[in-house]
């Protein structure tokens, strides 16, 4: 046993640091995903302003925020202090601001949480409306043109 021990251990060690060095070499390596890369933003705008123009070159709608957090994991964008302004042809605009807003997957629907404010300018045959949501509006719920 005594030999079997002096024989062996010295191979047995060098193992053990050889593969404690792979690890601490493959743990520290640059593009190697670690959990709190995963969870967090992968991406971050300030100042964002984003104008969608109609196909004869006028503004259809526009979003502007403070801050775009982009996570790769949900594949979703999130607004600090959004603001969202559409116009249509017939002459009024649409705006809606809040807090924080949240752009979803396919960029085909935005959330608006916090303090939400929501603001249609009077048509030729419709009054100013204003509202107030403490909590969200989805815009899913708002006509589209």
């Known amino acids: 046993m005594n030999r079997f021990l002096s024989n062996w ?8 640091i050889a593969s404690m060095s792979l690890w601490i070499r493959l743990s520290t390596e640059e593009g190697v995903a ?5 969870d967090g933003p992968d991406a971050i705008v300030e100042n964002l302003r984003i104008t969608r123009l ?8 526009m979003l502007v925020a403070k801050r775009l957090e982009h996570f790769q994991k949900d594949d979703v964008s999130e607004l600090t202090k959004p603001v969202f302004t559409r116009e249509d042809e017939n002459g009024t605009s649409l705006r809606a601001n809040a807090e ?6 396919d960029r ?6 916090g303090n939400v404010v929501m603001t249609r300018s009077a048509g030729k045959s419709e009054p100013e409306m204003r509202d107030r ?13």
Do not use: C, I, W
């Open 34 to 38: 670690r959990p709190s890369q995963v």
């Open 9 to 16: 251990l010295p191979l047995l060690v060098m193992a053990l």
């Open 108 to 113: 085909d629907e935005m959330f608006f949480y």
């Open 100 to 105: 924080r807003g949240r752009l979803s997957k």
């Open 133 to 145: 949501k403490s909590t969200r509006l989805n815009s899913s719920h708002v006509k589209r043109s």
């Open 54 to 61: 109609t196909e004869d070159g006028t503004k259809h709608h």
